[in-house]
C-alpha cells in the first residue's frame, strides 16, 4: 500500500504520531523495521471473513464485551454503539477486530470466553459452527414466538435453571429480569437464547420441565401438555374481576392446595404470598399464573377451590349442569337401533362440543344468546349437560324447550343429516325434567355471589361497627364456614374485621345466614345496621 505522504521525515513523524493518538499503534509499528509481524495473520482474517455469517447470528454484541479497553478504544465502542440493529453491530465488531493485531485478536477470544460467549470463541479457534443454534431451531423460535408471549412464565424459576444449568449467564438473566412487562421478557429470552448453541436449546427444553412449563415443550417440540385452550382463556378473562372479587386466598389453605394438587409449584406459592395479605393482588398473581399453566391443570385448579370451600367461585366459571335427553322420533314410531343412536351421539358431540365450532351453528348460536353450555355428550341413550349461569339463563332456556324451538333446530341440523338420510329419522325432541329445572333453580341460589347491596353493607360494616361486633365461638359456631376460616377469624387480632372480610366473599345466602347468628346471640345494633343499611340500598338504588 503507498501512503502518499512524502519523504519528508517530519510528515512521516506527524502521520505515525496520528495513528498512535488514535488507537492505531498497531498500524504506527508498521513503520517499523520488520514489525509488520504482529499484524492479524492472514489465517485468522480469513476464519473471520467465511464464518462472518454465523458469527453474526450467535454473537451478542451487548454481552459487554465491548467495554474491553485491550481490545476496542473508545471510539470503536462508539463506531458500534451507534448502529442499531444487532447483526450490523457485530459487522462492525468483525470489521474492527479484523484490523487489530494477533495479541488483540487473542484478548479477544479471552474476552468472548469471559462473557459467556465461549461458542463464538470456539467458531474462531476450532473454524466449525456446527455447534451453533441451528437455522431449523432459530426459525422455530421466531415462529413461535408469539405463542411463547402467549403461554411462557417468564417469572416461574426458568431464568434461574438456565443460569444454574449455563446456557444463560448472570448477565443474560439480569437482561431479561430488568425488562418489562413479560412480553418484553420473554422477547429477550428468546432474543438470546437464539444466539446460544444447539445443546443451550436442549437445555432449555430440560429446563422447562424441570418449572412445570411442560406445556411450552409441547408448543417446541410436540411432547408434553398442551397450553390452556382458548375456550379456559377466554373464561378466565371475562370472569376475571369476578375470581379477583371472590376467590379467597388468604383465611384458606387455597395456595397449599393448589401445590399439592401439582397447580402450582412451590415456588409459584412464594410468588403469591409476596404480595402478603393484599387480596386482590394475590388473586391477580394467581390467575397470571394459571392462565401460564397446562390445560391439564384447570381442572385441578377448580378441585382445589371446591376442596377450601369455594364452590361459589367454580359454579361462577362452570355455571350450574342441567341435564337433558334428546328423544328420537322415527317415521315408524320404531326405537332407533342401538348402532344408529351411538352415531347419534358422536355427530351431535362432535357438533357441540368439537374443537371446530361452525359459525352456522343455530344451536350453539341460539344457546350462547341465552347464556347456555353444552359441557357434555354421554351414553345412556343421548344425553346431554348443560351449563347455565344464571336465573334469567335458566328461564330463557325453559322457555325454548317449551316452544319446542329447540326442538325444531335439533330436528332441522342432525335429521337430514347425509348420514341418517336412510334412518327413518322424523323429529328429535330434547327433554329436561321438572325435577331437573327445580334442582338447577336451588343449586343456582345456593351458589349466588354476595350481591352488590349485601357486599357494600359487610363493607360499610368494617368503618362504622367492627369495634361493636363481639366475635367467639358462640357466633362462629352459627355459621357455615370452615374450620380454617374459623380459625383465622379467631386467631386475628381484629376479629370483626376479618369475619366481614371473609363473609364478603362468601355465597350471598351466608348474609342472612350472619345476620340471624347476630341476632341469635344478641347483636342487635348489628343486625339494624346490616339490615337497614340494605334496605336504604334498595331505596338509593
Known sequence: MKIPIGENPETIKSFISALQDNDHKHVADVFKENSSEHLLSDERYEVLKSKATGLRKCLDPECGILERRDVFSSSDKENVESIQRGNKKVSKILEIISRKTNAQFDKFIEALKEESQGHVADVLIHKSSEHLMSDARRELLKAKSADLKKYLDPECGILDQLECRGPFSLSDKETVESSRPWNKQIDNIV????????????????????????????????????????????????????????????????????????????????????????????????????????????GCFLQSLRETYQEHVVHLLTGAELHAVVRVETTNSEPVDKTTEQNFR????????????????????????????????????????????????????????????????????????????????????????????????????????????????????????????????????????????????????????????????????????????????????????????????????
Open 191 to 298: 432474543k438470546i437464547l437464539s444466539r446460544k448453541t444447539n445443546s443451550d436449546f436442549d437445555q432449555f427444553i430440560d429446563c422447562l420441565t424441570e418449572v412445570s412449563q411442560e406445556h411450552v415443550v409441547y408448543i417446541l417440540t410436540g411432547a408434553g401438555s398442551p397450553p390452556m385452550n382458548d375456550e379456559t382463556l377466554e373464561l378466565l378473562t371475562t370472569k376475571r374481576k369476578a375470581i379477583v372479587d371472590n376467590m379467597d386466598s388468604v383465611h384458606t389453605p387455597l395456595l397449599s392446595t393448589l401445590v399439592s394438587m401439582k397447580v402450582f409449584t412451590k415456588f409459584d406459592k412464594q410468588r403469591v404470598e409476596a404480595e402478603d395479605e393484599i387480596r386482590w393482588r394475590r388473586n391477580e398473581r394467581i390467575l397470571d399464573i394459571l392462565e401460564r399453566k397446562p390445560q391439564h391443570v384447570f
Open 346 to 541: 358422536e355427530v351431535i358431540r362432535e357438533d357441540l362440543k368439537g374443537g371446530e365450532r361452525d359459525d352456522d351453528n343455530t344451536i350453539v348460536k341460539t344457546l350462547d344468546d341465552v347464556g347456555v353450555k353444552v359441557t357434555d355428550v354421554y351414553k345412556g341413550s343421548i344425553k346431554i349437560k348443560f351449563s347455565l349461569f344464571s336465573e334469567e339463563s335458566l328461564e330463557l332456556f325453559r322457555n325454548l324447550l317449551s316452544k319446542r324451538e329447540l326442538d325444531r333446530l335439533f330436528t332441522e341440523r342432525y335429521c337430514h343429516c347425509p348420514r341418517f338420510v336412510h334412518s327413518m329419522l322424523k323429529s328429535l325432541r330434547v327433554d329436561v325434567a321438572d325435577e331437573e329445572f327445580e334442582r338447577c333453580s336451588i343449586e343456582m341460589a345456593r351458589l349466588a355471589l354476595m350481591s352488590a347491596e349485601h357486599r357494600e353493607a359487610l363493607e360499610q360494616a368494617k368503618e362504622a361497627i367492627a369495634d361493636k361486633i363481639e366475635v367467639n365461638e358462640d357466633l362462629l359456631k352459627l355459621l357455615s364456614l370452615c374450620k380454617h376460616r374459623t380459625e383465622a377469624i379467631l386467631g386475628s387480632k381484629d376479629k370483626a374485621q376479618v369475619l366481614l372480610d371473609v363473609m364478603i366473599r362468601r355465597p350471598d345466602l351466608e348474609f342472612q345466614e350472619l345476620v340471624n347468628a347476630l341476632r341469635d346471640t344478641g347483636q342487635t345494633e348489628a343486625v339494624k345496621f346490616l339490615t337497614g343499611f340494605y334496605v336504604s340500598f334498595l331505596l338509593a338504588a
